[in-house]
């Protein structure tokens, strides 16, 4: 059974920083493509951040670029999302997701569809 499972969420201040993981388990982590998606209130679910199998692949979105660091251990199972200078409208609930090979592959990374496997989500908040 395969699980993903988020935490490190919280209440921070503006300016504060946060580092969320994402633990996995019962897939093969290191050929897993993984992503960090976040759902703002009243708004869809939107591309945070990428990084591929060996953690030399990574993408952010602009809204993040420079505040953000998503790494990987491949021997712990985990992917992390460092977030730094954090804005109150970076409040949302965030998302990891794993992009396995073979589905869906001409989804571009940046699509939540193109990820097969989701885990509960970890809520940030942060106040101004």
């Known amino acids: 059974q395969v699980q993903l499972v988020e935490s490190g969420g919280g209440l921070v201040q503006a300016g504060g920083s946060l580092r969320l993981s994402c633990a996995t388990s019962?897939?093969?982590?290191?050929?897993?493509?993984m992503g960090w998606f976040r759902q703002r209130p009243g708004k869809e679910r939107e591309f945070v951040g990428y990084?591929?199998?060996?953690?030399?692949?990574?993408y952010y979105a602009d809204s993040v670029k420079g505040r953000f660091t998503i790494s990987r251990d491949n021997v712990k199972n985990t992917v992390y999302l460092r977030m730094n200078s954090l804005k109150p409208e970076d409040t949302a609930l965030y998302y990891c997701?794993?992009?396995?090979?073979?589905?869906?592959?001409?989804?571009?990374?940046?699509?939540?569809?193109?990820?097969?496997?989701w885990g509960q989500g970890t809520q940030v908040t942060v106040s101004s």
């Open positions: 019962g897939l093969t982590f290191s050929l897993q493509r």
């Open positions: 997701a794993a992009r396995e090979l073979g589905y869906r592959d001409t989804y571009d990374y940046t699509n939540l569809h193109g990820y097969l496997y």
């Open positions: 990084i591929g199998w060996s953690g030399t692949n990574i």
